[in-house]
């Protein structure tokens, strides 16, 4: 009998290379292997060269200048020097950054670090469609606010926030505005000067680039915006972050970003079908919830709960065939609820019992069906073995149930 092969539905985790980037990446490892740094003769030339075009490549998919954009090791890093950058660099304007309860851990757990630093940081909530309130944001804002960062789009829902909104409030109180856009990147259009964002960070491997590289675009002009390095040495990528250039991972950086800017729509266009037929097959299961605003999301996520249905427990009666998560991949080995779902008003009950179903460039319409049904036969065969659904089907009220805690 042929094995099934693995569905992999966890492209917000990260996504496979695309083998044209891996074929622009294989000269740079032993043919052309320069450093971009050594200026005296042609292998560090042809690397210089290989450096300069990917940034344009990637400047072009952000319709930024080439200038505006700093490599780093990923979207982490490109976070922290956002984050610690711009409140070092700023320090005399004042300390209060404004973020969101969502935001992903690279952000929460910065800000955390800079409040020990003497920083103060408001983290606004979101609504059960895990958007901010504009007032909320407004009303956050004092004379010493000097950044505020929202993340375009969420990893675990998809929700894109009004990023547009929040940049015309940043402009008019005269605060930098940051975005991790990370899942947003390559997949939608994301253009931060049209939008009126100032930093904005994002990663390779979320765009079937390798991973190990990222990058923070940083405004020159109107305003022009400067970050204090948080990596010391030859002052390489105009002094704000040191370090020999990842020669390989940034031609493919720059190879994801070109193949992104001609192919993501119509990818988009494939891939929002797929997820929205995988999505109205799966909500005709009873007590089933799609988490977010369905309205303003990437068309490629769905995060969906099966009320009481444990999201582990049902992960593992299909993880041999299908690859998803509940939860975000940076934290998803703890077993508390995602404080994503929480933070959106979902209780814990239906917070532990949703799934990320994230698409890609190679998900097919097979892998989606197929997927479909191992996702029904195993919520069925989970919910036939729980005494909470059978008490749910007999109509017991289970909100008014007190249970023991032994």
């Given at each position: 009998?042929?094995?099934r092969?693995l569905i992999?539905?966890?492209?917000?985790a990260?996504?496979p290379?695309?083998?044209?980037?891996?074929?622009?990446?294989?000269?740079?490892?032993y043919?052309k292997?320069g450093?971009?740094?050594?200026?005296?003769?042609?292998?560090?030339?042809?690397?210089?060269?290989?450096?300069?075009?990917a940034?344009e490549?990637?400047?072009?998919?952000?319709?930024?200048?080439?200038?505006?954009?700093?490599?780093?090791?990923?979207?982490?890093?490109?976070?922290?020097?956002?984050?610690?950058?711009?409140?070092?660099?700023?320090?005399?304007k004042?300390?209060?950054?404004?973020?969101?309860?969502?935001?992903?851990?690279?952000?929460?757990?910065?800000?955390?670090?800079?409040?020990?630093?003497?920083?103060?940081?408001?983290?606004?909530?979101?609504?059960e469609?895990?958007?901010?309130?504009?007032?909320?944001?407004?009303?956050?804002?004092?004379?010493?606010?000097?950044?505020?960062?929202?993340?375009w789009?969420?990893?675990?829902?998809?929700?894109?926030?009004?990023?547009?909104?929040?940049?015309?409030?940043?402009?008019?109180?005269?605060?930098?505005?940051?975005?991790?856009?990370?899942?947003?990147?390559?997949?939608?259009?994301?253009?931060?000067?049209?939008?009126?964002?100032?930093?904005?960070?994002?990663?390779?491997?979320?765009?079937?680039?390798?991973?190990?590289?990222?990058?923070?675009?940083?405004?020159?002009?109107?305003?022009?915006?400067?970050?204090?390095?948080?990596?010391?040495?030859?002052?390489?990528?105009?002094?704000?972050?040191?370090?020999?250039?990842?020669?390989?991972g940034?031609?493919?950086?720059?190879?994801?970003?070109?193949?992104?800017?001609?192919?993501?729509?119509?990818?988009?266009?494939?891939?929002?079908?797929?997820?929205?037929?995988?999505?109205?097959?799966?909500?005709k299961?009873?007590?089933?919830?799609?988490?977010?605003?369905?309205?303003?999301?990437m068309?490629?996520?769905?995060?969906?709960?099966f009320?009481?249905?444990?999201?582990?427990?049902?992960?593992m009666?299909?993880n041999q065939?299908?690859?998803?998560?509940?939860?975000?991949?940076?934290?998803?080995?703890?077993?508390?609820?995602?404080?994503?779902?929480v933070?959106?008003?979902?209780?814990?009950?239906?917070?532990?019992?949703?799934?990320?179903?994230?698409?890609?460039?190679?998900?097919?319409?097979?892998?989606?069906?197929s997927?479909?049904?191992?996702?029904?036969?195993?919520?069925?065969?989970?919910?036939?073995?729980?005494?909470?659904?059978?008490m749910?089907?007999?109509?017991?009220?289970?909100?008014k149930?007190?249970?023991?805690?032994?």
């Amino acid at each position: 009998m042929q094995q099934r092969r693995l569905i992999y539905l966890d492209n917000n985790a990260t996504t496979p290379c695309d083998p044209r980037v891996v074929d622009a990446m294989i000269p740079y490892f032993y043919e052309k292997h320069g450093n971009a740094a050594s200026r005296s003769h042609q292998f560090g030339w042809e690397a210089e060269d290989a450096v300069d075009y990917a940034r344009e490549q990637i400047a072009q998919l952000l319709n930024v200048e080439d200038k505006e954009i700093i490599f780093t090791s990923g979207a982490t890093e490109a976070n922290n020097l956002a984050l610690k950058g711009v409140f070092e660099m700023y320090s005399r304007k004042g300390n209060h950054i404004i973020t969101v309860e969502t935001e992903h851990k690279a952000i929460l757990d910065t800000c955390k670090h800079l409040e020990k630093s003497g920083a103060e940081v408001t983290y606004l909530k979101v609504g059960e469609d895990g958007l901010i309130s504009l007032a909320d944001l407004e009303a956050a804002i004092k004379p010493t606010t000097i950044l505020v960062s929202v993340m375009w789009a969420n990893n675990e829902t998809g929700v894109i926030q009004p990023m547009r909104e929040i940049a015309q409030i940043c402009e008019k109180h005269g605060v930098l505005f940051h975005s991790d856009a990370t899942q947003a990147v390559g997949k939608i259009k994301t253009h931060p000067r049209e939008i009126g964002v100032h930093l904005l960070s994002f990663t390779a491997h979320k765009m079937y680039g390798p991973k190990g590289v990222g990058a923070l675009y940083v405004s020159r002009k109107n305003p022009r915006v400067k970050v204090t390095a948080q990596m010391d040495g030859g002052g390489h990528e105009r002094g704000m972050r040191s370090g020999t250039l990842n020669v390989p991972g940034i031609v493919g950086f720059g190879k994801a970003a070109e193949i992104a800017r001609l192919e993501m729509d119509q990818d988009a266009a494939r891939i929002s079908k797929l997820r929205d037929h995988l999505e109205q097959e799966l909500v005709k299961l009873e007590e089933t919830k799609v988490n977010g605003n369905v309205n303003s999301r990437m068309p490629h996520v769905s995060n969906i709960s099966f009320k009481h249905v444990e999201g582990e427990g049902l992960m593992m009666t299909f993880n041999q065939n299908i690859a998803v998560s509940s939860g975000s991949a940076c934290t998803s080995a703890s077993l508390e609820p995602s404080y994503v779902l929480v933070g959106m008003g979902l209780g814990d009950d239906l917070a532990h019992s949703s799934i990320r179903f994230s698409l890609g460039r190679l998900t097919t319409e097979e892998e989606v069906n197929s997927a479909i049904e191992l996702v029904r036969n195993g919520v069925n065969h989970m919910r036939e073995l729980s005494p909470i659904w059978e008490m749910y089907q007999d109509g017991v009220d289970l909100t008014k149930i007190e249970w023991s805690a032994h």
